[in-house]
Every structure is written in C-alpha cells, then in structure tokens.
C-alpha cells in the first residue's frame, strides 16, 4: 500500500509559480504511474496531469497544458507538480493520486483508475 502526502501549496499572485511535491512511503514507488488532481470550491474533483512509471511520458488537461509540468524522482519517492503562469481559476485543493495498472493500458484520466490519495494542498491565486 502507498501513502502519499503532498506539500508546496500555498498563496501566490497571478502571473506566479508554485511546486508541489508528492512525497510516497510504502512499496516500489516506480510501480505506480502518477496523477495530480485539483477541487475547486463548489466543483467536482478534476484532472490536471498523469505521468508514466518510468517518468517518461505525460499527459495534461487543455486547461494547464503548456503552463504545468510534472515529474518525478523515483530515487527519492517523489512526485511533483511545477505550475507558471497561475491564473485565478486555477485556484483548487491539489491531490496527487498513484495508480498500479498495467502500462498498456495507457494514461488514466478518472478519479476510480487511481488507487491511492493524498489528503490535498491548497492552491489559491489571487488576481
């Protein structure tokens, strides 16, 4: 089992940068391939961005893309999310997530393909 616990969020202005990270205790972390979500107030959980097991090859909701990038240290059971260019709506509670099926599978985009959670980092920028 994974244990996840993210951390980095914070208050910035529009226009800012933040890295959240995703620190992973338990089995092989290069097991599972990884996902960060984000929860606005009053809106359902959404996806943000995925990344493979070996940390090769990611994916990325249209609203981020270009702006977000994600990787990981597998040496150190690590995941992260770098975010420029912030803008007001982007404003959310972040959860990474880590799910462990099999990579042809390909890129899983639903909150039920991710087995484990983390308990959220809360993101706000102001305009």
């Known amino acids: 089992q994974v244990q996840l616990a993210e951390s980095g969020g914070g208050l910035v202005q529009a226009g800012g940068s933040l890295r959240l990270s995703c620190a992973a205790s338990?089995?092989?972390?290069?097991?599972?391939?990884m996902g960060w979500f984000r929860q606005a107030p009053g809106k359902e959980r959404e996806f943000v961005a995925t990344?493979?097991?070996?940390?090769?090859?990611?994916s990325y909701a249209d609203a981020v893309k270009g702006r977000f990038t994600i990787s990981r240290d597998n040496a150190k059971k690590t995941g992260y999310l770098q975010m420029n260019s912030l803008k007001p709506e982007d404003t959310a509670i972040y959860y990474c997530?880590?799910?462990?099926?099999?990579?042809?599978?390909?890129?899983?985009?639903?909150?039920?393909?991710?087995?484990?959670w983390g308990q959220g980092t809360q993101v706000t920028v102001s305009s």
């Open positions: 997530a880590a799910h462990s099926r099999h990579p042809a599978y390909g890129f899983q985009y639903t909150l039920g393909a991710y087995d484990y």
């Open positions: 338990g089995p092989t972390f290069s097991n599972y391939a």
């Open positions: 990344i493979t097991r070996s940390g090769g090859s990611s």
